[in-house]
């Protein structure tokens, strides 16, 4: 039986790692935290991790999970916490080249903004989009298609008993401890990888569908894109994309989904709005203003400096226009003269 994914994975040198970045993301924890158990007795509880993890006897403890905008996110102890990671790095860094190029949020794929101007620059040569997403996908991914779709790619059969225990988990909701069944919970350092690999049967038939026709397909993480010449072709990957979804016992976002024709003010991915060409092709999504001006009114009501609103301002139209070819100016310039400019007037001089 192979062990080496193990070994890798409770080595010095990835353990150490996952440490790093367990300290720096919890640097600023309450000082209840366990965290800090952790940190002061990091060299004794180091070794036992590791010896845990090889004999194949590590357990994860109940994980805290916390209600936030609807959706469930869950804290898990530091030592389980530094155990995912672990996991995250070796499975990342070694499986990923057996995932599709076409799923942008793995590391080394391009990332949001790669895939923002992936998509920016191949537009005009498509008439027809499909764009949508899973509905709730984290909490509705089911564990046996799941561990049936890691058995593929993971051989090592300790790894794969560590993450059905991770999987089959009890989550801790105001004290009350809960199995959990079906879903992933948000925090988990092992979730971006588990979402590549959920969705993988669709990278793989409708990315070789686009290939041999020389369409375009884009994942990130659950939101996905088709750029279509025909309607035929559109109605195609239609089928194909239902299909694969009721196969994996997912559905559709019914508010962030659309099929279509690629209209004049183009269409809205990963926080941009791509194809509007009243800003050279690549502007701002209108969710993304609206969450952006959700924060700048708080810190208004909050009693922040104009320097405080401004100074957050400029950091958030840095971020907008890094790693992509975008005109800010124009853009700021268009959401002036839209509706929802009079929502906020008053606060528009920031931009100024």
């Known amino acids: 039986m192979s062990t080496w994914l193990l070994e890798k994975i409770a080595s010095d040198e990835i353990i150490e790692q996952a440490y790093t970045w367990l300290c720096k993301a919890r640097c600023n924890s309450h000082h209840n935290d366990d965290i800090w158990h952790l940190r002061f007795y990091w060299q004794t509880l180091k ?18 999970a916390y209600k936030v905008n609807d959706e469930y996110v869950g804290v898990w102890s530091a030592q389980d916490a530094l155990v995912l990671k672990a996991m995250s790095l070796v499975l990342s860094e070694n499986l990923t080249p057996e995932l599709s190029e076409h799923c942008y949020h793995l590391k080394g794929n391009g990332g949001t903004k790669g895939c923002v101007m992936q998509v920016k620059n191949a537009v005009e040569d498509y008439r027809f989009v499909c764009r949508s997403d899973v509905n709730s996908y984290y909490a509705t991914i089911d564990h046996q ?36 069944k ?25 990315g070789e569908y686009c290939r041999e026709r020389g369409l375009r397909y884009y994942r990130y993480m659950d939101d996905w894109l088709i750029l279509c010449r025909t309607r035929n072709q559109l109605r195609t990957v239609v089928r194909l994309m239902n299909r694969i979804l009721e196969d994996v016992k997912q559905t559709k976002h019914p508010y962030k989904t659309y099929i279509g024709r690629i209209r004049d003010e183009g269409f809205d991915f990963l926080g941009y709005r791509i194809g509007d060409k009243k800003v050279n092709g690549l502007g701002i999504a209108w969710n993304t203003w609206d969450i952006h001006f959700g924060k700048v009114r708080q810190l208004y009501e909050r009693g922040a400096s104009k320097e405080c609103v401004a100074g957050y301002v400029k950091r958030w139209l840095v971020w907008v226009r890094s790693g992509v070819e975008i005109c800010v100016e124009d853009v700021v310039e268009q959401v002036l003269g839209s509706e929802m400019a009079c929502v906020f007037e008053g606060l528009f001089g920031v931009y100024l």
């Open 182 to 206: 079906v879903g992933i919970n948000k925090g988990n350092p092992l979730s971006p990888f588990l979402g590549a690999v959920y969705l993988k049967v669709m990278d793989d038939f409708i």
């Open 47 to 64: 070794g036992q991790i590791q010896q845990q993890l090889l004999n194949g006897e590590y357990y994860f403890s109940p994980c805290k």
């Open 145 to 180: 298609i799941l561990l049936k779709q890691l058995s593929l790619l993971i051989f090592d059969q300790k790894v794969m008993s560590l993450i059905t225990r991770m999987l089959n988990r009890l989550d801790d909701v105001n004290g009350e401890l809960l199995s959990v």
